[in-house]
């Protein structure tokens, strides 16, 4: 078994291929209504968005679960726990690579609706370039199907101010998220790295520091960062479009795309670290992380 959640099992059915399926609860003959209505919208998702560079590649289907392509790096969050000293070239890399995802569903008309860390995989698509891919929208929304898979973000990749609405302004707050998580290794807000030991402590975290922060338009520091402002314009929703966020932030960087960023920097010398915000007011952070 390659992974499990709450709806899901992945296992590798070969190499090279995993095998997405829906899980039977304890005490159940069959799928959870949910659970299934999760696995039609994917399903339905994936075959909308077809074949790109930047997400999971949909082979097709096997009884009641989903082929899907295996990524050699399993997901963002597990590497970048696993990889603190991640050069800088492959980060700015992958912020590049979120945004184009991200600009490339909503031109498909689809709002991917749980934008996270583990929500990406990375993939080695040549040897050495590790690229990321967009993945799980079982939660995702697409009016023009009328699908919806009634999913929201968890924690910093969500703001109270949306009031539980999925929209194409959600994945664009989300990524900004993703942005910062990606640079400084931690999700925003966090002190530390990686991810919560309970779900019970996380939940905590989210309702004590991270909504009220956001709902009250208090955001971490991010002038020290490459693409700051870019950040900070997802968080107040400054960008109508992932187009106009991925254009703003080709600007921001020293170079104009993922691809040239793989040929023009030192992905194994340089290395990114977290911004100092013990001194920004504009911060409250948990000290219990």
């Not at 992958?94 to 995989?121: M, T």
């Amino acid at each position: 078994m390659l992974d499990c959640g709450s709806s899901c099992i992945l296992e590798r059915v070969s190499p090279g291929v995993a095998l997405k399926q829906p899980v039977v609860y304890l005490g159940q003959t069959e799928v959870d209504e949910r659970v299934a209505n999760c696995f039609s919208v994917e399903r339905q998702i994936l075959k909308r968005l077809g074949h790109h560079p930047r997400i999971v590649r949909f082979l097709g289907l096997q009884g009641e679960g989903i082929l899907l392509t295996e990524a050699s790096h399993g997901n963002l969050q597990a590497y970048l726990d696993s990889h603190p000293s991640t050069g800088l070239g492959q980060r700015l890399t992958w912020c590049l690579q979120v945004a184009e995802a991200i600009d490339y569903i909503h031109s498909r008309g689809v709002v991917h609706s749980d934008l996270r860390p583990a929500n990406l995989l990375v993939h080695e698509t040549m040897p050495g370039a590790l690229d990321l891919q967009l993945c799980d929208f079982g939660g995702s929304v697409c009016q023009d199907l009328g699908l919806d898979g009634f999913s929201l973000p968890d924690g910093p990749f969500y703001s109270p101010v949306f009031e539980n609405e999925s929209s194409t302004l959600l994945d664009i707050f989300g990524m900004g998220s993703l942005f910062y998580t990606i640079l400084t290794g931690r999700w925003p807000y966090k002190t530390s790295p990686g991810r919560f030991a309970k779900v019970d402590d996380r939940l905590d975290w989210e309702e004590r520091i991270v909504y009220p922060n956001f709902k009250a338009g208090r955001f971490p520091d991010v002038e020290q960062l490459p693409g700051g402002n870019v950040i900070l314009k997802c968080w107040m929703r400054q960008f109508a479009t992932a187009r106009d966020a991925l254009a703003a932030l080709e600007e921001a960087l020293p170079v104009t795309s993922s691809s040239s960023i793989h040929d023009g920097l030192d992905n194994s010398t340089k290395t990114m670290g977290a911004p100092d915000l013990s001194d920004d007011s504009r911060n409250i952070q948990d000290t219990a992380a």
